[in-house]
T-cell receptor, first 114, second 115 residues
Framework: GESVGLHLPTLSVQEGDNSIINCAYS??????FIWYKQESGKGPQFIID?????DKRQGQRVTVLLNKTVKHLSLQIAATQPGDSAVYFC?????????????FGKGTHLIIQP | GAVVSQHPSRVICKSGTSVKIECRSL??????MFWYRQFPKQSLMLMAT?????????EQGVEKDKFLINHASLTLSTLTVTSAHPEDSSFYIC???????????FGDGTRLSIL
């Protein structure tokens, strides 16, 4: 079936550097995308979202890029800090913003090295 | 805002026991809540959608008689794992949204271990 997937399971970045986490989705009907951060033993924490009518959205130290042509989503984290170490999931949804449950990607484990 | 609380955070019980997990929206009303399951080092998988005042909608492959969902109020949904067995051991996480077109917010999950 169609699903959301990630290119890299683990990403190691030096503290202070920028990181980019990628996600490929296959459902062209998806119109809402979210990035979540999950720390060990906790539930996912909302980071940033983007709708299909946009190709870029910025938050505090984070930027999400959406390329609908190649069905690709990325999360950029600027000036990484030790607290950024976690597993990051992209998630997608059809129906305008959360009416239905989310389909999650496989996750990328981001490791920030001192 | 948009805080979701789950209880208990951890349950260890014997095979055959039924376990109830509560999911509460603390500072908003949630007409819809969602239940997910997560195995170690894997992603979250949607189990069911819980609708206040009506029956839950289950994903394909999820047994509704095994995983009973009740959404009796706008701030509380419960998931009961009936006659739990070791293969039901997992991390169960709920989520809720406070308004249409807003992201889902997640609880901190319940670690269920069946001996």
């Amino acid at each position: 079936g169609e699903s959301v997937g990630l290119h890299l399971p683990t990403l190691s970045v030096q503290e202070g550097d920028n990181s980019i986490i990628n996600c490929a989705y296959s459902n062209s009907a998806s119109d809402y995308f979210i990035w979540y951060k999950q720390e060990s033993g906790k539930g996912p924490q909302f980071i940033i979202d983007i709708r299909s009518n946009m190709d870029k959205r910025q938050g505090q130290r984070v930027t999400v890029l959406l390329n609908k042509t190649v069905k690709h989503l990325s999360l950029q984290i600027a000036a990484t800090q030790p607290g950024d170490s976690a597993v990051y999931f992209c998630a997608e949804n059809m129906g305008g913003g959360g009416a239905d449950g989310l389909t999650f990607g496989k996750g990328t484990h981001l490791i920030i090295q001192p | 805002g948009a805080v979701v609380s789950q209880h208990p955070s951890r349950v260890i019980c014997k095979s055959g026991t039924s376990v109830k997990i509560e999911c509460r929206s603390l500072d908003f009303q949630a007409t819809t809540m969602f239940w997910y399951r997560q195995f170690p080092k894997q992603s979250l998988m949607l189990m069911a959608t819980s609708n206040e005042g009506s029956k839950a909608t289950y994903e394909q492959g999820v047994e509704k008689d095994k995983f009973l969902i009740n959404h009796a109020s706008l701030t509380l949904s419960t998931l009961t794992v009936t006659s739990a067995h070791p293969e039901d051991s997992s991390f169960y996480i709920c989520s809720a949204r406070d308004w249409y077109n807003q992201p889902q917010h997640f609880g901190d999950g319940t670690r269920l271990s069946i001996l």
